[in-house]
């Protein structure tokens, strides 16, 4: 036997395989099946939406922006409109600053709720899908009720949000938020005790801090790897201040941390949401904006806390009605740039595991 | 004189095709032919019906767990819903890759196919019940489903990709390694039997439930719960269906097929999941004993139980990992049934049981 | 730390390597000089006060005269934060690889070369990765860049 002959083969994991959420190729190379090398290839989403906001005006980019990263489409339009009101100097008014909120935190819920089912259906428990997406439904009910959209919901804009939220929102999201509490109990009954969940998820795909450091990773990932960074704490946007919320952490950066460090913050989102509600004062909803208005010559750099992470614009104005450059990140791209690192010498099924449990999401990607 | 076949408490209904038979005067052996593909048929068209219908019901199990309705459009409840699948996988376009191996990549699927049926020669459905009381039945069973690997070995062969081999490499290593605690689990039974033949081991669990195997203590649970294991594992079915994991592997082996090839696999892997939990009836839950409905009615009952069961495990387990599923098969399952066994032939052999 | 006590201690501690760009009422943004880089960009991940650990971004910008490299830094323990820019020529620009400093700034820096044509030296590994890799239209990001399926949109 010792002279047996082996080869290495190269297998190529996507752009269609069910489980890279989306067009990612991973290119790997195998020895028998374990990785020995893994090189990711992107851009199979790639829809130029930097060159396209560069020929639209402020309020025309809003759109493109919901296509950025579309789980979280509603982060992405207050990332835009954040980097415009500051270019601008646009003051905002204090009823739709905590609307603002309201919606990040319930998107963020649902991208949340999104990870919970895909990352069960990836490790081959098909209900925990169906389950995720049904806790879902009711916060993209009350998107629908508010902006009359579900997915791509332009609804944060320049100054303002587009519209007010109608009277019945607000006893429904409470009623959401009560029903979102139960079944979370139901969801850490079926997964985090599994021994099955257990072994598959524990000690799989370690990120220890210092890497996630070097390589820019943020957001859940890196909380889970034990850094304590939060944007909404750390460079507190928007009126993130006046809350009262905690930044879980955990110590492993194991992908069984990072689902249940996710679950934690759906907690923490709630409680932000049910704060916003309480608070939410009367008066206008958005600042007097023109439509083609004209920036000053500068540039910022905005930033929020995504659900994957540091979602960021860098925008550059020449005193235009259009940005002289646009430029979008998003979390996703530093964790894709890590995954070669922590994802070698484990099994394709380990891999699998580590992608979805980083929650990666190609539009954000390739944009 | 003895007939070849018998059809136990349904001979009232069938009955009349042997006296057609003997009617027409052929000579013995021609008889025999004729009654033997007759008996095939029948087989062959009430396991169809089965799996078609367990397909449905699968679908209707899985939407129930999470909420769903599962099919619903086409007749009570969708209960046509597979009908009309497999007519639409029949009428499919076979999309075939140019770099298979042809002859492999053809018969890959009719073995699996022809492979779940020909476990059913000697699976008693009911009293009489049975198409041939072959002495050494349950052996038979055990070798001829062991043809599945052949197929899926075949499949993934022959399909030319990596995926597909991937997937028929672990099938392969998989139904071989839990092979061992199956066999292991289903000996104890046969120890206490004293015979191979079906008959003999759902006669030796006549009478009260009590008698029925898996109540025998200490060894009979164990036994039917390491076979439970080891069978869903053997059929393929989550937390063990690594070689399909359609989210590592894509679809595993059947990654090319499609069309009515695809179809043959996706029948063949239903009845398997019939065909152990028939087996596990016949051995552990007496067969088809049962008070006032008729024999059969009870093995299908029982049956769908067990099936029940598996399917309950699919909809609710996270996948295991390959290296931990021949873990778990070399370090738990094979020490554990070997215990199992050996205690038994010591009870045995003591005379201590009842 | 605020941005005046960050501009004050910049001022202090780099008054060689950054000058401090008049952008309006925003965070602050630092002109570096493309062959000093390298050596900034350390010494500010180094620095026991600042500790830029984070890189955030890096964009290219094409403005028509010039092309620009700008970097967003972040840190991870301070919460500060500092955007630094690189002015290059328009034509043959380069500039020096980050990723000694940060691994992260890897596939911004293959965006940079593949989108704007800015030469990245000591990259290691230039390669197409958003456009299609057999890409032979230039790069499509510059403003002078035009294709025929390519219309421009109307003065509103």
Redesign the interface.
Known sequence: MADLRTEEFTVNMGPHHPSTHGVCRLVLTLNGEKIIKIEP???YL?R?L??ICE???YAQCIPIMDRFEYVTAMSCNYLFSNAAE??A?IEVPERAEYLRVIMLELNRIASHLIFYGVTAMDIGALTPFLYGLRERELIIDLFEMTCGQRLTYNYIRVGGVSRDIPAEFEPKCREAIKIIREKLIDYEGLLNENPIWLVRNKGIGVLPPELG????V?GPVLRASG?K?DIRK??PYSIYDRFDFQIPTRENGDCYDRYLLRLDEIKQSLNIVEQALDALPEGDIKAKVSP?FKP??????S?VENSRG?L?V?I?S?GG?KP??V?M?GGS??QL?VLPHIGTNCLVADLVAIFASLDVILPEV?? | MSYPLAFGELHGLFGWLYELLESTGLPQPWLDVVRYAMLGAMVFGVLSLLALFLVWWERKIAAHIQQRFGPMRHGWHGWYQTVVDAVKLLTKEDILVDTRDKFVFFWAPVICFVAAFLAYVSIPFGEGLIVSDLNIGILYVIAITTFTILSLLMAGWGSNNKYALLGGIRSAAQVISYEIPMVASILVVVLFVGSLSMVDIVNSQSGWITNWFVFRLPFGPIAFLTYIVAATAEANRTPFDIPEAEQELVAGYNIEYSGMKFAMFFLAEFVNGFTVSAIAVTLFFGGWHGPFLPSWVWFLLKTFAVVFLLMMFRWTYPRLRVDQLMEFAWKFMVPVTFANLILAAWMKYAGWYW | MTFDELKEYLAANFADDLTLLD?????P?YEVKAEKLVTVCRRLREDETLKF?????L?????GERMEA?Y?L?S?SK?I?V?LKVILPHEKAEIDSVQEV???A??YERELWELYGVHVKNHGNLT?????DDWDQGF??RKDWDAPDFI??PE?
Request: hydrophobic residues 30%; contains cysteine; charged residues 30%.
């Open positions: 290839v992107i851009g790639h130029a930097e060159k020929n639209r005006t500051k270019l100097g450091i070097a390589y820019g943020s850094v960074y750390d460079d083609n000053p010559a500068g540039e910022v750099y930033r540091e960021g860098y550059q020449d009605k002289l450059r430029k990140r791209y530093n740039q390739d944009r | 952008t309006g009422r925003h965070e943004v650990d984070f890189f955030c971004n964009g290219g910008v094409d403005t700008v967003s972040a991870y919460k934060r955007d940060w691994p992260a890897n596939w197409r990765f958003l456009l299609p499509p990001m421009r949109m509103l």
